[in-house]
């Protein structure tokens, strides 16, 4: 099962760097690791709407008849409300919300995760090596990562079969 270390340790690998160990070490890389880890995947997840990451939600109103967006949401992509602020505004009995969550480590796919150790290797990059050479040729890797990655989400999907059409119908 893939952890948080296995993904910073990943990321320090690509820059010649060793691995860390604890989440608790008191390295440089592991201060880094802890400090820019969880903003770093955060902002990956909010960059696309990866499939994997999409939940919908149906949320009942609260005692003053609004409705709370859930803590986990980076992103809304569909909103059957008003939103201001953590809070949607509807007349309606239930509002249905599409939006990108947060994802446990172990949950998100490889393409995301080799994505996500080049990313956490950009911004390891310069406080650990201060090398700008490695440091373009890891955004180049990158924006190269991040477009096959979009690519293989949005490509992915399930068969949906096409019911009661009546074109369909009408062949047979």
């Keep these: 099962m893939l952890t948080k270390i296995d993904l910073c340790s990943m990321a320090l690998l690509k820059l010649g ?9 008191d390295s440089v890389p592991a201060q880094l690791a802890r400090t820019l880890f969880d903003s770093v995947i955060d902002s990956l997840l909010t960059l696309h709407p990866w499939r994997f990451a999409t939940t919908v939600f149906v949320l009942p109103p609260n005692e003053s008849g609004d409705f709370i967006i859930p ?13 201001i602020g953590d809070k949607i505004y509807s007349s309606a009995e239930s509002v249905k919300l599409i939006a ?18 080049t990313k956490l290797a950009i911004e390891f990059c310069i ?8 440091m373009r040729m890891l ?6 990562e ?13 068969n949906q079969n096409i019911d009661n059409f009546s074109l369909i119908n009408s062949r047979f």
Aim: proline content about 6%.
């Design 146 to 158: 991040l477009q096959s990655a979009k690519f293989i989400d949005s490509t992915t999907s399930v």
């Design 71 to 83: 803590s986990g949401v980076l992103r809304i992509l569909h909103c059957d409300g008003k939103i």
């Design 139 to 144: 955004i180049a890797l990158y924006e190269s």
């Design 17 to 25: 760097e060793k691995p860390i160990q604890s989440w608790t070490d």
């Design 100 to 117: 990108i969550e947060r994802v446990p480590i172990e949950k998100m796919p490889s393409y995301f995760v080799t994505l996500a150790a």
């Design 127 to 134: 406080p650990l090596t201060n090398d700008q050479t490695v």
